[in-house]
């Protein structure tokens, strides 16, 4: 994994959720390819999403627990860890640390 991402552009304005639980930026790289690189802080309960189109999410620090569209089971993913979320598709997190990633639209 590496650590930085070179050759990028950066939206300056930030995607602010759930009153500022949840803020990234977006990056377009080189090769026209869009991620972006956020927080989600620590919350009582779990922040709901909505893919349009296919994300890896990987997790950079800390630790959260997701749940992916109508699957009952919840998940855990730590640094180093990711996981792939279907386009259109509803899905939750949760953490009670902060939770550093990147989301790489596929």
């Known amino acids: 994994m590496s650590e930085q991402f070179n050759f990028v552009s950066i939206k300056k304005k930030a995607n602010i959720h759930f ?11 080189k090769d026209g390819s869009k991620k972006t690189l956020g ?16 994300e890896r999410i990987e997790i950079i620090s800390g630790t959260c627990a997701v749940q992916i569209g109508a ?33 790489h639209f596929e």
């Open 39 to 54: 927080v989600i802080l620590p919350s009582e309960h779990p922040l709901t999403f909505k893919t349009h189109l296919e």
């Open 71 to 103: 699957a009952t089971e919840i998940s855990t993913y730590s640094s180093g860890g990711s996981f792939i979320i279907p386009p259109n598709t509803e899905f939750t997190i949760q953490s009670d640390e902060v939770v550093d990633y990147v989301c």
């Open 19 to 29: 009153n500022g639980s949840s803020i990234s930026h977006v990056l377009i790289l």
